[in-house]
């Protein structure tokens, strides 16, 4: 058994793949690892350089767009390891973080799944990577900017947490799955990501999951990541991506939290996010650069 196994989900990201493997390698050097390559039919030559430069990385190769949930699961079933690691392609592993997440873990036997600082390309935090459970009032704080407005007041940033220490370790309700490390002990006990989610809020329903069965999810900013966003395959059809990402918010919120909220809030709720995603597509359609989610900064 290997200390770490490490899953990457591709889609026509040879560019930044390329980096990020050569990354992974060279700042895991003291711990025994695995890392997969699940491809998602890319067409632009993906597999063929990564299996030339990289040729004890294992590769498994959809005919199709698979999604995210089920090419990664694909991937995690390969690999035998006392942490598993969900990795972004478009993500570049600083300072050992892989080692040190393994580390705090080791020394915290509550905690189910950690996720490590990450950055955007200019050196800033991408809250992203630490964030609240995505309940309602969450959710419209951060689509409305309160959560920008009011960043040190927790009633308004429930989903980024803004208003947490960016240094210190914090206890949290969900990280970014651009990198995940979750303890062999969580799958064994919940199994893998559902794969009702083509893409997005898999990572935060898998947090959930872990928190119900007893775990805890934490931010270790001593470890640190750079993660480019929208670099990873979303922008391949931007349209499709869109609309996936909606209806993760769809999936996650009738799954997890619909029974907390009166019956006649759903619709109100549906008819949110559908707006939002026609003014999103509307959007896109009229602009050059074809990004889904949060655009990070350059």
């Not at 970014?176 to 329903?205: K, P």
Request: proline share 4%; net charge positive; with cysteine.
């Amino acid at each position: 058994m290997k200390d770490l196994g490490v899953c990457l989900l591709t889609r026509s990201s040879r560019d930044v793949i390329l980096d990020c493997l050569t990354s992974l390698f060279e700042q895991t050097k003291d711990l025994g690892m695995d890392v997969v390559v699940v491809d998602n039919d890319s067409r632009d030559g993906t597999v063929e350089e990564v299996r030339l430069r990289f040729p004890t990385v294992k590769l498994i190769l959809n005919s199709e767009n698979a999604g995210y949930s089920r090419g990664v699961n694909q991937g995690l079933r390969t690999l035998d390891a006392r942490y598993y690691v969900l990795l972004n392609p478009d993500a570049v592993i600083l300072d050992r973080a892989l080692e040190r997440l393994a580390h705090f873990m080791d020394e915290n036997p509550q905690a189910g799944i950690c996720g490590p600082r990450v950055l955007n390309r200019d050196g800033s935090l991408q809250y992203q990577c630490r964030r609240g459970e995505a309940r309602p009032g969450e959710v419209f704080s951060y689509f409305l900017g309160l959560d920008r407005l009011f960043p040190n007041d927790p009633r308004f940033n429930g989903y980024l947490l803004r208003h947490l220490d960016n240094e210190a370790v914090n206890e949290v309700k969900a990280v970014s799955g651009s990198c995940m490390l979750v303890r062999r002990a969580v799958i064994e006990g919940i199994g893998y990501l559902d794969e009702r989610y083509f893409a997005y809020q898999e990572d935060t329903d898998y947090c959930f999951q872990a928190r119900k069965a007893g775990w805890g999810v934490y931010y270790v900013p001593t470890a640190q990541i750079v993660h480019l966003g929208g670099r990873g395959g979303s922008g391949v059809n931007p349209y499709f991506g869109i609309y996936q990402w909606h209806r993760s918010y769809y999936l996650y919120y009738r799954k997890n939290l619909a029974r907390d909220y009166p019956f006649w809030f759903h619709p109100f709720y549906y008819f949110v996010m559908f707006v939002k995603m026609v003014l999103n597509l509307a959007a896109v359609f009229f602009s050059r650069k074809k990004i889904v989610g949060t655009r990070k900064p350059s």
